[in-house]
């Protein structure tokens, strides 16, 4: 059978039905029976999962994947299905407790899905078999009284000599907030009131539920990602402040990606530095036996009270070698075309000269992509034809250039502009040679370099 065009093969993918949210990415000494090039340790990838079809259902799973480094992941699995007592086991987290990994995870019924609850499942020594604790859910159904529609998606921290959980949350008034518990032995929780919510008067990024609720440090600061449901999936967003044990005080907020990326989740990588994933969402297609994939590892980093975001450095990993260089050159409105492969690494420098840069990806079938870079407005537009843009700020590096870094995967494409953002689109099937072009506008646009490297496949 013929390979899916469409299938990326750098871009995790499940090998068929529905994958959304990335969850619990941890890193763990290695232990008997450790693969090839995990001497050191390995990761653990987990996901929310749909096994049956390529399409969302209230019974998803927790699917799990292993890997020595954030790019090469294997034995994709089921880790944790619903029991008898449950529909569905969705979002949450994975924490460390007295040497052995625990899944914190929201347990759903298909009568009242809004209504999660908080249950744990213990793994193995091995991370390979994972139990449900048979005494239930540490947290139950939330009572009437306290008007929440949809309460979801944990995430657990250690703070001090106890366990700080986060919680998703949307009031039956439209209002989104993140509430906090807290416990000493991950079994009994103290409800600790409110994490953060809108504050009146202060800008903030809005919606009716803030799902997946990251909570963690970054240099100097605290940040918290929320991902932001308004009446379907929005976007994901960021806020830099300060944190007292107890309540989360934004200095400001930030977009920190736009559609299709969804459910970011933050870990730390082996090296200690904080590191995400992201859910690029697409629609749903019962014919096509897969769907969903996820970003590229990112790199977190802090500049003032704005979070950055760039590839993490295991993405340079998967280059097969320089398959083309170009510059310094001048760029006209007449754009410059070189052939690209459907996986593909480009780098690029260039002056634009007071005017938008354009970036377009097209094969035999027509247009796939156009990126607008326009330093002057601050920004950088993804379009893709008949489907919705994705957008993201842009800086000028220190000398006036605008950088770009294009990661293409088949049917998948993350920019990342200068200035520490990312935007994303998913893209139709290649259909031939793709050829990429790149024009300036304006008197004096100049293409420093451009460097693109074919990328390997190593998923599915």
Do not use: K
């Not at 086991?89 to 899944?103: A, E, F, L, N, Y």
């Not at 999660?116 to 793994?123: F, K, Y």
């Not at 993405?315 to 052939?339: F, I, K, M, S």
């Amino acid at each position: 059978m013929a390979a899916d065009p469409r299938r990326p093969g750098y871009h995790f993918t499940a090998p068929s039905g529905w994958i959304n949210d990335p969850l619990g990415v941890t890193w763990h000494a290695a232990a008997d029976g450790a693969g090839p090039g995990e001497e050191r340790g390995r990761y653990e990838l987990f996901y929310q999962f749909n096994p049956e079809a390529p399409v969302w259902a209230v019974a998803c799973r927790w699917g799990q994947a292993t890997s020595a480094d954030l790019v090469r992941w294997r034995e994709p699995r089921t880790a944790l299905e619903p029991g008898p007592e449950e529909s569905g086991c969705w979002s949450g987290s994975v924490v460390v407790d007295g040497g052995g990994p625990v899944i914190v995870y929201t347990s759903v019924l298909a009568d009242a899905p809004g209504h999660g609850r908080i249950a744990l499942a213990r793994g193995d020594a091995g991370w390979r078999r994972w139990t449900p604790d048979p005494a239930g859910p540490v947290i139950g159904t939330p009572a009437p009284e306290l008007g929440l529609a949809h309460l979801r998606d944990p995430f657990v921290w250690r703070h001090g000599d106890r366990w700080h959980m986060a919680v998703g949350v949307g009031r039956t008034d439209g209002r989104p907030s993140v509430l906090q518990y807290s416990s000493t032995d991950l079994r009994t929780w103290r409800p600790d009131g409110v994490l953060a919510e809108p504050e009146p008067g202060r800008p903030g990024p809005g919606g009716s539920v803030w799902e997946c609720p990251q909570l963690f440090p970054l240099g100097d600061a605290w940040c918290l990602v929320v991902s932001v449901w308004d009446e379907d999936p929005s976007h994901v967003a960021c806020a830099v402040g300060d944190y007292d044990g107890r309540r989360f005080t934004a200095r400001s907020w930030q977009e920190l990606a736009a559609f299709p990326c969804y459910a970011t989740t933050v870990f730390a990588d082996a090296q200690g530095r904080r590191s995400a994933f992201s859910w690029l969402r697409e629609t749903a297609d019962p014919d096509a036996g897969w769907a969903g994939a996820l970003s590229v590892p990112w790199l977190l980093d802090l500049d003032g009270d704005r979070v950055t975001v760039g590839p993490h450095p295991d993405v340079d990993t998967l280059r097969t070698g320089d398959v083309v260089r170009r510059g310094p050159e001048p760029l006209a409105a007449e754009p410059t075309v070189l052939g690209v492969p459907a996986r593909a690494d480009v780098g690029l420098r260039a002056d634009p000269a007071g005017a938008p840069l354009e970036l377009t990806l097209d094969d035999d079938g027509g247009r796939v992509l156009t990126v607008v870079a326009d330093a002057a407005a601050g920004g950088m537009r993804l379009t893709v034809p008949d489907g919705p843009a994705s957008r993201a700020p842009l800086r000028l590096e220190d000398d006036g250039a605008v950088a770009l870094r294009l990661l293409l995967d088949a049917g998948v494409v993350e920019v990342f502009p200068g200035g520490g953002a990312v935007a994303a689109a998913r893209l139709r099937p290649p259909d031939g040679e793709l050829r990429l072009g790149l024009s300036g506008a304006g008197d004096g646009a100049r293409l420093r370099e451009l460097v693109l490297h074919g990328m390997s496949r190593v998923i599915g």
